[in-house]
């Protein structure tokens, strides 16, 4: 279950600076109407994405991100089974009910704004713990190791 992803937002307590500074990034890249938008988007990935990560890298993660993200993110209990990339867009589809596309863009704007929080090595350990598919969700090739001939 999504802990507080879907409060309503007369309920929902003032955001931080840095938290509404990564609102804005994610309206920009996301080319969101309303900064409501952004920041449904931004609890729902980043909600499908704490059920995806363990271990120290969503220690890490969470330590770069501002602190009402980093909430929703540590919120989440992993799941036991990773989910690949496209399976990824796919759950966060079907439980918001949108569509694919939709889904596949709020997750590409969220992700691009995680990955300007968190910086290049730590997107790159991430990317190793998670199983395949997730590299262009965060804007990267998604390269295979060359196999010997």
Do not use: N
């Amino acid at each position: 279950m999504i802990s507080d992803a879907r409060v309503p937002l007369q309920h929902r307590r003032p955001y931080g600076t840095a938290y509404e500074q990564m609102l804005e990034k994610v309206r920009y890249q996301g080319a969101y109407p309303t900064r409501e938008r952004a920041d449904e988007a931004v609890r729902l990935v980043l909600a499908g994405l704490g059920r995806q990560l363990t271990g120290d890298e969503r220690v890490d993660l969470a330590g770069c991100l501002p602190l009402e993200a980093a909430r929703v993110l540590t919120a989440q209990v992993p799941d036991t089974r990773p989910l690949t990339g496209w399976a990824f867009v796919k759950d966060l589809a079907a439980r918001t009910g949108a569509s694919l596309a939709t889904t596949r863009w709020d997750t590409g704007s969220v992700f691009s704004a995680v990955a300007a929080y968190a910086g290049s090595d730590l997107i790159t350990r991430i990317l190793r713990r998670l199983p395949t598919g997730y590299a262009l969700l965060f804007g990267r090739a998604e390269l295979t190791p060359a196999t010997a001939t």
